[in-house]
């Protein structure tokens, strides 16, 4: 990614909605240090995003649109990407001010985030019945038992075939349409109030897509 790919958007106007805004960025500015440099991956981002409003983000590939959203959720990999400038407000509260034990309460239950590519983004290690249940018994003090029946009904909502017996299965026993279906039931777990979608239905049937 280079600084000819940075991506400056215009603050758009919220329309057919009322009330303070859900999500704020103002003047976002993310960049890489590398050494090769300084690649300026997001330059001055700014939009708004009220309760009941849908969002869309377009831009080619490599534009930033990614870059944003980890920005947002604060899963930026640091080093080498960093915020250099700007303000995320998120019910009023700036993100960027906030320790990583807030930032992390916020994400799952505040928002979520739907990841462009599952397979990297779920624990290869842990079947996803234990990835859906930890949300549960870390979020809401769940016992192991009970997050786990709460991990079969979200598997069973996003329509994974015969969700009980595969809960205990790992993610690359999935295919890359039923794994985008598990990534969209961890956001939805908590019910948050802001949900990122990242290209969320790329690797989904057509019919599911629907």
């Known amino acids: 990614m280079t600084s000819n790919d940075s991506v400056t958007?215009?603050?758009?106007?919220?329309?057919?909605?009322?009330?303070?805004?859900?999500?704020?960025?103002?003047?976002?500015?993310?960049?890489?240090?590398?050494r090769d440099g300084v690649a300026k991956a997001v330059n001055g981002v700014s939009y708004r995003v009220v309760a009941g409003q849908t969002l869309a983000v377009l831009g080619e590939s490599g534009s930033g649109k990614s870059v944003t959203a980890q920005a947002i959720m604060g899963i930026l990999d640091s080093p080498?990407?960093?915020?250099?400038?700007?303000?995320?407000?998120?019910?009023?509260?700036?993100?960027?001010?906030?320790?990583?034990?807030?930032?992390?309460?916020?994400?799952?239950?505040?928002?979520?985030?739907?990841?462009?590519?599952?397979?990297?983004?779920?624990?290869p290690v842990m079947s996803v019945g234990a990835q859906l249940g930890e949300m549960f018994q870390v979020h809401r003090g769940m016992s192991r038992k009970a997050a786990?029946?709460?991990?079969?009904?979200?598997?069973?909502?996003?329509?994974?075939?015969?969700?009980?017996?595969?809960?205990?299965?790992y993610p690359h026993q999935f295919s890359g349409g039923m794994r985008q279906r598990i990534m969209i039931a961890m956001a939805l777990a908590l019910e948050p109030d802001l949900i990122i979608a990242d290209e969320p239905t790329t690797a989904l049937d057509v019919t599911v897509q629907a």
Request: aromatic share 4%.
């Open 9 to 34: 958007a215009p603050r758009p106007e919220t329309t057919g909605t009322n009330g303070p805004p859900l999500l704020d960025v103002r003047d976002l500015k993310v960049e890489f240090r590398t």
């Open 80 to 123: 080498p990407g960093f915020v250099t400038g700007g303000e995320i407000r998120f019910q009023g509260r700036d993100l960027l001010t906030l320790g990583r034990e807030e930032r992390r309460r916020v994400r799952g239950t505040g928002m979520a985030m739907i990841f462009q590519d599952a397979l990297s983004a779920l624990n």
């Open 148 to 169: 786990r029946a709460e991990a079969v009904e979200l598997m069973d909502r996003v329509k994974i075939p015969a969700a009980r017996s595969r809960a205990g299965d």
